[in-house]
């Protein structure tokens, strides 16, 4: 098992900068590769970013490409979403998520993923 939980969320105006940091406990944080993803009311749940165990290769929605950096700490056992630029439409609860495999195949579906957090709200108003 692992437990993930999301912090750093708030309200912030168009322009403005958030960081989100998902901490992890339970199983060997190392072995797995993370993901956020966001999900705003009455839409589904999209893919934002994603991380491989090792931190080496990280992959974007094309919506936030260029605005948002994920990366993570595996001594610390966390994973962070900085979050530039922000848009009304980032508007969204941001979840993290862990995926047991080492692989990083569809990182972009929710199915591939085991573990997910509560989610934290992020709004950014215009």
């Known amino acids: 098992q692992v437990q993930l939980v999301e912090s750093g969320g708030g309200l912030v105006q168009a322009g403005g900068s958030l960081r989100l940091s998902c901490a992890a406990s339970?199983?060997?944080?190392?072995?797995?590769?993370m993901g956020w993803f966001r999900q705003a009311p009455r839409l589904e749940r999209e893919f934002v970013a994603f991380?491989?165990?090792?931190?080496?290769?990280?992959y974007y929605a094309n919506s936030v490409k260029g605005r948002f950096t994920i990366s993570r700490d595996n001594a610390k056992n966390t994973v962070d979403l900085q979050m530039n630029s922000l848009k009304p439409e980032d508007t969204a609860v941001y979840y993290c998520?862990?995926?047991?495999?080492?692989?990083?195949?569809?990182?972009?579906?929710?199915?591939?993923?085991?573990?997910w957090g509560q989610g934290t709200q992020v709004t950014v108003s215009s």
């Open positions: 998520a862990a995926r047991g495999d080492s692989s990083s195949s569809s990182y972009y579906s929710d199915e591939k993923y085991d573990y």
């Open positions: 991380i491989t165990w090792s931190g080496r290769i990280t």
């Open positions: 339970g199983r060997t944080f190392s072995n797995y590769g």
